[in-house]
């Protein structure tokens, strides 16, 4: 969005607002909204445009709350507390730390423990749990399915029986069930010992010879690990609310991942690429997916209209692959999304792009995703159990009017 779009000046915003612009100024000295000195004007001041937005939602809300609520579940207000991630001015933060910095320096583990507990990344090394499932059980899961995203749903429910641990919700105990969480899913995926980083099992089971991959691979974890209330993130939220062990919390929001409009979009931005590849004319197969009325996968996102960060990060690591053929492949498809749709990569394409410059196996970008956002899915269940709230919104009932006999 141009800087020019994402401002309002005093009187448009007090406009926006219907209010005096007195009232504008009490906002603003209420923290409700925020202004700035307008560059080389510093006696007018000017509002961004998305926090005038929200006030008026909040107004709108107070005078019809039935609409406000079902908007709310639609790209609109905030509808549960959170402490875990924020979504501001385009940037993605981590308990108040910027994700890309974040995933410039920690690992996987070094990120949950931060979603967790709220602490400062600190130790290389924080999980030491024991492990909980067997090497037979483990090839048990393994030999079960072929597609590894189905074998993270398979090792869930069978490794929650095996754990009694899983239904103690208090904090510290939800904690160390969480680590043994994501060791399990990491040795189901890589056949590697439960006891090393997350990204480096990864980087021996899909790329043991290619330097840098697991850089790579670790910021890739990171920028994946919490997207504050997605669809996952819910799911996993309202099973924890209910009571459910964190096995089954996150089991859910796996399910839910794995949909064709969340986490399983990547698989279609990898079937994009093979088809501009295939078709050596990428603007030719987005006007075609154009005409035809199919949306194109892997562009856009209603919360970063300036583009998402992440995919921004793990296009530049795609390109510091070195694989030029893939690299023109990717900037074409881009570039050409940018002309005929105006949207920018999301991290779906961010993730199929990485993989596929990188020669990652096909899995790896929902791989990544599930493995990632497990951290933030345990984050929210945890915050859930201690709220100790049940998540029961109400139905705007649109159906037959009852008939009294």
Known sequence: MPAQDRYLTATQ??????????????????????????????????????????????????????????????????????????????????????????????????????????????????????????????????????????????????????????????PAAVRRTGARILRLLTAVITRQPPDIPTHVALQRAWSPGTPGAGEVIRKALVLCADHELNASAFTARCAASAGASLYDAVSAAMATLKGRRHGGETERVSALLLEVKSARGARAVVANHMRRGERVPGFGHPLYPDGDPRAAMLLRMAESSGNRESCKLIRSLARAAFELLHDLPNLDYGLAALASAWRLPACAPLILFALGRTAGWIAHAMEQYESGQLIRPRANYRGPAPVDK
């Not at 560059?39 to 998305?50: A, G, S, T």
């Not at 910027?98 to 600190?122: H, I, K």
């Open 13 to 170: 915003a007090a406009a926006a607002l219907g209010v005096k612009h007195a009232t504008l100024y009490a906002y603003t000295s209420r923290g409700q909204l925020t202004s700035e000195a307008v560059p080389d004007q510093p006696r007018e001041r000017r509002y961004l445009r998305e926090d005038v937005d929200r006030l008026r939602e909040r107004k709108e809300a107070r005078r019809d709350p039935d609409k406000a609520t079902a908007k709310a579940l639609q790209w609109g207000g905030p509808v549960l507390s959170s402490s875990i991630t924020l979504i501001h001015a385009g940037k993605l933060y981590y308990r108040g730390q910027d994700a890309l910095e974040v995933a410039e320096r920690a690992t996987l583990e070094q990120v949950s423990e931060l979603l967790w507990n709220g602490e400062t990344m600190s130790r290389e090394r924080p999980f030491d749990q024991a492990f909980s499932f067997s090497s037979r059980q483990l090839e048990h899961v393994r030999s079960a399915a072929k597609d590894p995203f189905v074998r993270l749903q398979l090792a869930l429910p069978l490794a929650g029986a095996l754990d009694p641990g899983a239904y103690d919700l208090r």
